[in-house]
């Protein structure tokens, strides 16, 4: 069972950034390293959207409206995944998930979510 945390969200001005991490548990290094990372975002009235991800094998892929501000990275000693966010603006204010998907079977963990708040 991987269990995920997340850290890093707060208030922010526009224009700022912040770094989010996500930690997962419940899984050794060699299984986290196989594991599909991402991230997604929900504002208030809106639906999940994907941020972008991180395969296995290191490749991102990222929404169009991150339009380069924002890096995905992982570190598979530590079992973590960040979100480096540039550039902010407040239409980027949302709550922030991690997600992970195995391998093979696909099964889905979700992290609780951290509040990233972007002033105007």
């Known amino acids: 069972q991987v269990q995920l945390v997340e850290s890093g969200g707060g208030l922010v001005q526009h224009g700022g950034s912040l770094r989010l991490s996500c930690a997962a548990s419940g899984v050794s290094g060699s299984i986290f390293s196989r594991l599909n990372m991402a991230w997604y975002r929900q504002a208030p009235g809106k639906q999940r959207e994907l941020v972008g991800s991180?395969?296995?094998?290191?490749?991102?892929n990222y929404a169009a409206f991150v339009q380069g501000r924002f890096t995905i990275s992982r570190d598979n000693g530590r079992n973590t995944v960040y979100l480096q966010m540039n550039s902010l603006k407040p239409e980027d204010t949302a709550v922030y998930y991690c997600h992970a998907r195995t391998p093979v079977f696909n099964y889905d963990y979700w992290g609780q979510g951290t509040q990233v708040t972007v002033s105007s």
């Open positions: 991180v395969t296995s094998e290191g490749r991102t």
